[in-house]
């Protein structure tokens, strides 16, 4: 008999070890992260909960959302952040149970849809989703960019950490370039500093301005994101190998760009917020040829940035040769008509695994 219930601060270790025994992929590409708080991705958030299914007295799953506000539509909606099942207990129904229980919570509180993100090669997750009565509305792109030598900086532009006085200035950029994008409110010179300095190890102190005859032509954050946890690929595709060992070897003469080995946990950034001038794409490329030099300096070997698929930014990124996922975007009605979330904003604290 599975019984449903509030989490427990009781139950974060078991939760942990069960964690790890389900990496997100399939049998030939999968991803996993090693957490040091089963919990601390939910304290992002300002409303938050996490259900447990317990069969005979032991966690064997759990379901975490949290529920966001659009003050514009005056529209509430819910993210559900993730359904994890022991994988000795999958093909009972518990994962469905789960989700039915949880969208009973959001529905009452009044929320219009539910959405979340799962990545590409995760077949399961895509398959039981759709049984669940939700639907592939979207997609965007997380492109990681590995850190091993130096990059050339355009003299022509001054990067430096944000002030105060910049603010105004950033957010206003902020504001118009993702100005009608599904999940994205506008910022206040306020929000935005609380938003980013609520986020550990973020911070204004890590989000950077690049200025063209003074005017800021493009800006962007920089999280280090390993303080919720340590990822790694569990299951590599077989070209990352062949590349891995040719990679190996080159590297005896040249610096070469670093492939992970299957279980081999490395420490993420996420570039965060990234915008530019339409007219200034050379000032984004600056920013992140300085984020390059920044992190090969602080020991680091890659940094992510994610968009939309018809994002202007994805053009720039991928001159940098970066290796591209795809995660799609679903989403459920509980009431009215579906949602459009695209072009989307994502929020940067929904992307921890």
Known sequence: MVLIRPFEKGDSTTMLDIEKLCPQGNENYAMGIDKKDIIARYELYDNWNVLVAEEEGNVVGWIGWTVKHDPRKEETYAYFTEVMVHPEFRRKGIAAKLDMEAEKNVRDIGSAYIYGYIFEPNDASQALTEQLGWSNVGEFKLCAISVYKKADLAQKFEIERINENDIPEAVSLINSYYSGCAHFVPYTTESFGSYVNKIPAYGLENFWVVKDKGKIAACAGLWDCSVMGDMCF????????????????????????????????????????????????????????????????????????????????????????????????????????????????????????
């Open 234 to 353: 569990t299951k590599i595709p077989l070209t990352w190998k062949v590349m891995r060992g040719v990679f190996g070897l080159l590297g005896l003469f040249a610096k070469m760009p670093k492939i992970p080995a299957e279980g081999e946990y490395f420490k993420n950034y996420y570039v965060t917020d990234p915008v530019f001038k339409p007219e200034s794409p050379e000032a984004m490329s600056s920013l992140i040829r300085y984020f390059n030099n920044f992190l090969l300096d602080a020991g680091r070997d890659f940094f992510t940035c994610q968009m939309d698929a018809d994002d202007p930014l994805f053009d720039i990124i991928k001159k940098f040769k970066p290796s591209v996922d795809t995660w799609y975007v679903y989403a459920k009605a509980l009431e009215g008509e579906p949602p459009e979330l695209s072009p989307l904003y994502i929020d940067i604290r929904d992307l921890v695994l």
